[in-house]
């Protein structure tokens, strides 16, 4: 079993910037890729980043690219989504997933994930 705790979600204005953190713990060495996902209100969740385990190589989806960046501490077992340019349409929980698929090829799926955080919420105002 693995399990995922986020936090690091608040409110912030537009402009501005807010990283979160996801801890994993448990059987990590079976996983092959950790994700972020998001899912605003009244709207699907959707696979915004995610990062290979083995590789460390970062994916994004156009709605964030240049503006988010995922990155991992192995010796800390955290994930980060650091977020940037923050504006309203970013507002949303954010979930942090993990995966032991293989191969791996839909990494922006939510199918493809096994273990889910509970979630993070952040705001951004205009």
């Known amino acids: 079993q693995v399990q995922l705790r986020e936090s690091g979600g608040g409110s912030v204005q537009a402009g501005g910037s807010l990283k979160l953190s996801c801890v994993v713990s448990?059987?990590?060495?079976?996983?092959?890729?950790m994700g972020w996902f998001r899912q605003a209100a009244g709207k699907e969740r959707e696979g915004i980043a995610m990062?290979?385990?083995?590789?460390?190589?970062?994916y994004y989806t156009d709605s964030v690219k240049g503006r988010f960046t995922i990155t991992r501490d192995n010796a800390a077992n955290t994930v980060y989504l650091q977020m940037s340019s923050l504006t309203p349409d970013d507002s949303a929980m954010y979930y942090c997933?993990?995966?032991?698929?293989?191969?791996?090829?839909?990494?922006?799926?939510?199918?493809?994930?096994?273990?889910w955080g509970q979630g993070t919420q952040v705001a951004v105002s205009s």
């Open positions: 997933a993990a995966s032991y698929s293989t191969p791996f090829i839909h990494r922006f799926q939510s199918s493809a994930y096994h273990y």
């Open positions: 448990g059987s990590t060495n079976v996983l092959t890729g």
């Open positions: 990062m290979y385990t083995e590789t460390g190589n970062p």
